[in-house]
Every structure is written in C-alpha cells, then in structure tokens.
C-alpha cells in the first residue's frame, strides 16, 4: 500500500502544479506552456493518481519489485520531461537531449506498471480488501 500513498501524495503536487501554471499561464496572457501544463496534469496529476488508487486497491501488486521500479523511474524522469517540453515550448532547443532520454524512461516505468497489473491484480484481491472494511 506504500507505493499506492506515495503515487496519491506526489499526484496532488502535480496537481498544485498544473493548476499554479494554467492561473499563471491566464494572468500573463502568454500559453506557450499549455502543453507542459496539458502533461503535468494529466500524466502528473491524473495518471499518478489511478496508479495510486489501484496500488492502494490491490496491495499485491503495489508491493512488488515492479511497483517500486515503476514508482522511481516515472517521478525520476517525470520532472526533467516537463523541463525539457518547457524549454521546447518557449523555443529553447537546447535542452533537447531531456526529451530523448527521459520521456524513454517515462515509458519504460509505464510498461512495468502495466505487466505488474497482468501480473498481480485479481479479482481475489480487492475482494480481500474490500472484506478488510467491513
């Protein structure tokens, strides 16, 4: 379940994020960025969040080695993503080498995910959890 709480808590900063850059990006008139604040709320916000709920949901597969790999690639190479998508967006070429690296990254940690969810979440799991409640 660490790995689901730690997904939900970094989300809402991401969250903070985008919602800081579209009132910004509003008060200055100047959108250029509105693709990186498009991105950090979707895959910042949005997609951290549901890979928390479901980590939290089935504790099985938030406790795997894959969830951890997961975890540290997506929020290492989430940030210089970002950075990098901004520099472009304001036309700065220059720090092109952060959107051949670390959006590969970002992809490979999503691929983790998605054979940990084959992998480790099952129907006898959230079946357990929901009985927990109870």
Sequence with gaps: MRMGILFLKL???YFLVGVGMGIAMEIMQ???LA???AH??????ASMALFGVIYVLFPNAGDTVLAKLHFWLYNISLPFF???LCFLLVG???FMFLLTIFPNILVLSVVFFVINVFRNVKLGNIN?????GD
């Design 30 to 32: 100047d959108h250029r």
């Design 128 to 132: 357990s959890f929901i009985q927990k």
């Design 11 to 13: 989300a809402a900063l």
């Design 35 to 37: 693709g990186a604040h």
């Design 82 to 84: 970002m950075l990098g």
């Design 40 to 45: 950090i709320n979707l895959i910042g916000w």
């Design 92 to 94: 700065n070429t220059s």
